[in-house]
């Protein structure tokens, strides 16, 4: 998967008139060290784009315009940096965007159980918060960049935290194509991936877009159990289980929590389903798979999450992209999957029995 190693040695460069040296490298030149240093610095496809504005710039203002993004009001601000990523860095001229898979070596079932006392969690979460892991590689790939190309250029590291409508930018490096579930999905790699970009002053030759291979396929629209897609390319984050169970802090709308079946943080299940991620490679990433340090992953005990103190969330999620979700919307996503546990009688009275305000209704 990795290209072969390169000489760290960095060759004699032309120096400018204030002494720093400039690369010789042609564009494409470049964006060849680019690509073959990110897969080298274990990213699984690493695509660039032009620093432009976006093109499909009508589905993300529909999608605002229609309320779909719901409580996440943050998508709504700064919209016009959101939609050109020269905004973010003075001078870009190209958006670098390094791609890992997350998708785990096991599976929900294998790893916990499934006799209606336990919750489940999105693959993302299972590991270390990609937010950090990805960062970091992210800086290491600039660094080595600087190194190899003896050409001084700045850039912004960005993973999922500065304003940027990210798959579209993505799609538009050539690193995937947006699914009909809204998702990037590459053809070797599935969906089940984390996206990191870096925008940079350097002057890179784009990658060719990635053709769409949906084909006729249909099954995410069929298999979300909350109806979340309004037609095919457009998701309506107020109905989506990942959104209520991780974003969403106030009551659950009664309607939509019999469709949560378990999920007690994020849903998978438009992932599981397609074909493309069934024979997807499990991810080379270590800090992504489930380890001790994260207790809860993948199937936690509901009892465990509805008895939680503050101490022990902070606890049991250091480190984790669970975090995110508080202790009061932990338990009522406990409460709700337990209500869903057809059978289990023990749980649902013990949640009756604890109603600390953690009631699913
Ligand atoms: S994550 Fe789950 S609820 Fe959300 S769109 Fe996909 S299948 Fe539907
Ligand atoms: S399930 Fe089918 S339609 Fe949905 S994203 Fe995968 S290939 Fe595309």
Redesign the pocket.
């Known amino acids: 998967m990795n290209g072969g190693r390169l000489s760290t040695t960095a060759p004699s460069f032309p120096r400018r008139g204030d002494g720093s040296t400039m690369s010789t490298m042609t564009p494409l030149e470049k964006s060849d060290l680019v690509r073959r240093l990110g897969l080298e610095a274990g990213f699984d496809e690493v695509g660039i784009a032009e620093a432009a504005p976006i093109r499909r710039l009508g589905c993300f203002v529909d999608w605002l315009e229609q309320g779909r993004h719901g409580e996440m009001a943050y998508l709504s601000r700064a919209a016009d940096v959101r939609v050109d990523p020269r905004r973010l860095l003075s001078g870009a001229r190209s958006v670098i965007v390094a791609v890992q898979s997350y998708k785990p070596a096991e599976e929900h079932e294998e790893a916990g159980g499934l006799d209606g006392s336990r919750g489940r969690i999105?693959r993302y979460a299972w590991g270390r918060d990609y937010h950090r892991v990805h960062r970091k590689k992210l800086q290491r790939l600039v660094q080595r960049l600087r190194e190899a190309m003896g050409e001084m250029f700045e850039a912004r590291v960005c993973v999922d935290t500065a304003p940027m409508i990210e798959r579209e930018v993505a799609a538009a490096a050539g690193v995937g194509w947006i699914g009909k579930?809204?998702l990037v999905l590459h053809p070797r790699l599935g969906s089940y991936l984390f996206l990191g970009e870096i925008v940079t002053t350097l002057e890179l030759a784009p990658s060719a877009p990635m053709a769409d291979h949906c084909g006729s396929c249909t099954r995410?629209l069929e298999?979300?159990?909350?109806?979340?897609?309004p037609a095919a390319y457009r998701?309506?984050?107020t109905?989506?289980?990942?959104?209520?169970t991780i974003e969403h802090r106030g009551e659950i709308p009664r309607d939509l929590q019999s469709?949560?079946g378990d999920?007690v943080f994020?849903?998978?299940?438009?992932?599981?389903?397609c074909p493309h991620n069934s024979k997807a490679p499990a991810t080379s990433e270590p800090a992504y798979g489930l380890s001790e340090r994260f207790p809860l992953s993948p199937r936690p005990m509901l009892d465990v999450l509805l008895n939680m103190t503050e101490e022990q969330r902070q606890a049991y999620l250091a480190g984790s992209a669970m975090k995110r979700a508080t202790l009061a919307m932990l338990k009522r996503n406990a409460a709700i999957a337990g209500e869903n546990q057809a059978g289990n009688q023990r749980i649902k009275k013990s949640y009756r029995q604890n109603g600390d305000g953690v009631s699913p209704t």
């Open positions: 999105a579930n809204t995410c298999a979300c159990p909350t109806q979340a897609f998701m309506d984050a109905r989506c289980t990942a959104y209520l469709a949560m999920w994020g849903c998978d299940i438009c992932q599981e389903v």
